[in-house]
Structure formats: C-alpha cells, structure tokens
C-alpha cells in the first residue's frame, strides 16, 4: 500500500503523521511525505541570470520533513520516504498522489470555518475535487467510532471492500452506517430510473445503508444500520455526532471545482461542518482486496 502525506510545520500536520503511524497498515506499506515550496524570487537576479530562489523556505522544509519521518522511524513498520515539490500544495500533493499510484493521501485539517475556507480556499477540499485516490483529512488524534454515509453510488458502496484492502489499519471500530433520503431531491446517478420511487422512501435507504453494513459485518466489523431524511450534509454531521463518531467515512462522485460550485457536494460540505476526521472515497482504488482490485467505475449498484 501507498500513502501521501501533506507536510508543513502545524500542529495538524504532524497529528496527521501520528495518525497514519499509530494505526496497522498492510504489511510493506511506504508512506511519502510530501511538503509543498513556493520560492520567492529575487526579480533583480532574475532579469540577470532568469530564475534565483531568494528564501531559505526550502531548507526549512527538509529540516520539517525529516522530523515528521522520525514520527516513523521510531516505529519501524512502515518503509517511509520525504519529498519536496514546487507549487501550490494542493497540486503538489495531487501530483505526488498521482505519480507514486497512491492509495490514500492524508492531511491535517486547521478548521478555518466555512466562510474562510469558502474565500481562501483549503487543500483538503481541493484534494477532494482533484484526488486520484481516497482523501483522508485528519482532526482528531485517533479513532474510536467511525461512521459511513452511503446513498448507494459506486464510490460510497465500494468503502467496505476499500477497508478490507487496508488491512487493520480501522479493523475492529464500530460502525454506524447511514442513508440520506434528501427532502425534494433526486436519486443520484446511477441508481433507478424515472419511474423508481421518490428518494423521500426512507425503506430505499434503510435498504442501501442495510447492504453496507451487511457487507461490513461480513468482513469482520460490528455495524448498524439507519436511515434518516432531510438535507444529507447536515444529517450526516448530525449523525456523526450522535454517534460519537471520530471519523466520518462517505464517497464522492469526483466533480469538478466548477460543478460542485454550482451544484455543492455532500463529501465538501460534511468536511466543512463535521468535527470529526473525515475519509472521501475518491477516484480508482488501486488497494486489493483479497487480490481483487477495486475499481469504482466497476462497483455499479445492483
């Protein structure tokens, strides 16, 4: 297995890095740190020689980055190794995702609030848009509940096969497992077609959320199913607080900045508003599962 993780000096950042290390990953399982480096450039030097850094920032970086492996080392478990990339962190971090096929990119979370987060922007919820692989985002120190939010789309089904794959890393957690019926809404593609019931059926959804915690249940874990109606971003928060859940587990349909813009996106808005850490199940899964890959696009609801 192959984790990314995004790399600077906060506090959040190294909670992110013990985080991954305190858990039980697949045996040879290599962990990238990656920090992000935005040179300033000397313009004098530049009209003189075309391009200088004229900051210390990368130095600074690698004295970062070798202090968090030591988070590693100190466990001898997993294969660990730093990298520096140049540009903004949110594409640094894709690119680093991308080219090592990773299956899981984590990060730490500083909990700007929406509003900020809406204005500056956040690399986790660009991870989010932009990830090829799962996108975990870090805000509590360890996990001792975890919910799933499923509404029956191929990335959402595909989280029990995707925790299989992942060994012990959250083996033995409770789970919660809830299905929204979104008040006025629509089913969501893929699912039924224009003569199938209302998604305000909550039976459809104790149906969907019943299937995932039956698979759950299968492959080892202890879960319960529930449906819920009314707006899914802001039912799952709910949910996840009642349940005392520290980490929030749900899909993405992958769309892009300037759709979810228009449109929203229930995986950026729990990510805005929940406490807890967060998991999206993103992109192609490249983990394996028993050998079996798992590939969303396959993963079609019956």
Not at 45 to 67: C, H, K, M, N, T
Not at 135 to 152: E, F, I
Not at 246 to 272: E, K
Not at 278 to 292: C, D, K, N, S, W
Request: with cysteine.
């Amino acid at each position: 297995m192959r984790i990314v993780i995004g790399i600077d000096e906060s506090a959040e950042a190294e909670q992110a890095c013990w985080f991954v290390a305190d858990r039980t990953w697949p045996p040879g399982t290599k962990v990238t740190l990656v920090a992000a480096h935005m040179p300033r450039v000397e313009w004098a030097s530049y009209a003189a020689v075309g391009f200088e850094v004229a900051d210390d920032r990368g130095a600074e970086l690698e004295a970062i980055l070798d202090r968090r492996a030591d988070i590693f080392r100190r466990s001898g478990t997993l294969g660990i190794e730093t990298d520096i990339g140049i540009g903004p962190a949110g594409d640094v971090l894709v690119e680093a995702a991308t080219d090592r096929h990773a299956d899981l990119v984590a990060v730490g979370n500083r909990r700007r609030g929406p509003l900020t987060s809406a204005i500056l922007g956040s690399v986790s919820a660009y991870l989010v848009d932009h990830a090829p692989c799962p996108v975990l985002v870090v805000r509590q120190p360890s996990v001792t509940r975890m919910l799933v939010a499923t509404d029956g789309t191929a990335s959402s089904r595909s989280i029990p096969r995707v925790l299989a794959a992942w060994g012990s890393a959250f083996r033995g957690l409770p789970v919660e497992v809830v299905s929204v019926a979104p008040r006025g809404g629509i089913l969501p593609v893929g699912i039924g077609g224009e003569d199938d019931p209302e998604v305000e059926d909550l039976a459809f959804h104790r149906e969907i959320a019943e299937q995932v915690a039956g698979e759950l249940s299968e492959l080892g874990w202890q879960s319960a199913a529930i449906a819920r109606a009314g707006e899914p971003e802001k039912v799952i928060v709910e949910a996840g607080r009642d349940w005392g859940a520290d980490l929030i587990v749900t899909g993405s349909r992958g769309i892009g900045t300037l759709h979810r813009i228009l449109t929203g996106s229930v995986a950026h808005d729990v990510l805005l508003h929940s406490r807890s850490s967060v998991l999206v199940i993103r992109g192609q899964v490249p983990a394996t599962a028993g050998g079996v890959r798992v590939e969303l696009g396959a993963l079609a609801p019956s």
